[in-house]
């Protein structure tokens, strides 16, 4: 157990080959990068625990951290919403293990983790890289969505009429764009190219958030912007930070910050303008279906849409995964902080499915606004 990932070597980072299975939000430099923007503005103690055998091989590595919330010291996942993944670092061995012995590990880790009142692991999935995730064991309720990813083909000419919900609409607006200015998908080719691609991401994707909860989050939210400025300054020579952007005469109308890791494309931050001018071309479809086409064609096994049922993805998609929450109370205040984001789940689950969700929506984008 650590603070810091350097005391843990046998960490992987985004670069280096190991036998653990991962996603790219648990990649040591990624979570270097979380700690330095997000954990830091926010406070959140980090907590890297590897459970091992017993002459020290690895079998999971967990990066967790402790925050305040509510008043409550709060044990999950190194997240604040940029991770679509929380899981361990899993070794082979502990793909076998079942939920007895999983409950065990949770048992014997309790002593040598700092004081917390409740743990709450969110966004949790089936398997890890093909492999069962034992922290599934864990799991006391579904998250409020899954994940949906797309098969991609080996030859996107030949499948992408199968694929796209409506090609010749889509050539037909392009042909739309094409009269209004030069139109192009540009994949930046240098880091100061990235982040000004980045940068305008989240311009655009401040402006639809105002629309649609009523907060730019990259504006409101501490260390949120700089996460995805600073990761695109430190790793995007390494190839996993893809940034691109839908140019229209030499302005993007549309961009999308992810990752390219062992053969997945991490479809993540995607915007596009949102005047009314621009809605007849649906930049942000004709953008990811550039998206799509390049991963295929780069010989890419998977375009992970990423967590959220957006009906967009649906109609891309052809495999989905359902996402899992674990919520492990450990003091008397955690007990009963658990009951509450028990009932607001409920809640939350009971009023959008009621007829008052448009009034209830308006009114929770209403009170973002005057908080802000």
């Not at 157990?1 to 648990?26: C, N, Y």
């Not at 967790?64 to 061995?93: C, K, W, Y």
């Not at 071309?281 to 959220?308: C, P, Q």
């Not at 409920?346 to 984008?365: D, G, L, N």
Request: some cysteine.
């Amino acid at each position: 157990m650590a603070a810091k990932l350097s005391d843990l070597p046998f960490w992987p980072g985004i670069s280096e080959a190991t036998p653990g299975h991962r996603f790219v939000f648990q990649c040591a430099d990624v979570l270097e990068v979380w700690r330095d923007t997000i954990g830091a503005a926010q406070r959140v103690k980090p907590l890297f625990v590897a459970v091992t055998t017993q002459d020290g091989a690895p079998l999971l590595l967990l990066p967790l951290g402790i925050e305040r919330r509510d008043g409550l010291r709060v044990l999950g996942f190194l997240d604040g919403t940029v991770s679509d993944f929380n899981a361990p670092i899993v070794f082979a061995p502990a793909q076998h293990w079942d939920g007895a012995a999983m409950r065990r590990l949770w048992d014997d880790l309790q002593p040598h983790l700092p004081a917390y009142d409740i743990a709450i692991f969110r966004k949790m999935p089936e398997t890890i890289d093909g492999i069962a995730n034992p922290f599934l064991h864990l799991a006391t309720a579904r998250s409020a969505h899954g994940t949906h990813t797309l098969k991609l083909p080996a030859d996107w000419s030949a499948a992408a009429r199968d694929i796209l919900p409506d090609l010749s609409d889509s050539r037909r607006r392009l042909r739309k764009l094409d009269r209004l200015g030069a139109t192009e998908f540009r994949i930046a080719d240098n880091v100061d190219e990235a982040i000004a691609f980045t940068t305008a991401a989240m311009a655009m994707k401040g402006r639809r958030l105002v629309d649609t909860i009523g907060v730019d989050r990259f504006a409101s939210e501490p260390g949120y912007a700089d996460y995805y400025v600073e990761i695109t300054r430190r790793l995007f020579a390494t190839g996993a930070v893809h940034v691109s952007a839908l140019m229209i005469d030499g302005t993007p109308r549309a961009a999308h910050w992810g990752f390219v890791f062992a053969g997945r494309f991490y479809h993540l931050l995607t915007a596009f303008d949102v005047d009314a001018a621009w809605r007849p071309y649906a930049l942000g479809r004709m953008h990811n279906e550039f998206l799509m086409e390049w991963s295929a064609n780069a010989g890419l096994a998977t375009f992970d849409f990423g967590v959220g049922d957006e009906p967009y993805k649906t109609a891309y998609s052809n495999d989905y995964q359902q996402l899992a929450d674990a919520i492990l109370p450990r003091t008397l205040i955690g007990h009963a902080y658990g009951w509450l984001v028990d009932l607001r789940r409920y809640s939350a689950r009971t009023i959008r499915a009621s007829a008052f969700a448009t009034t209830a929506e308006r009114i929770r984008r209403d009170l973002n606004k005057w908080r802000n």
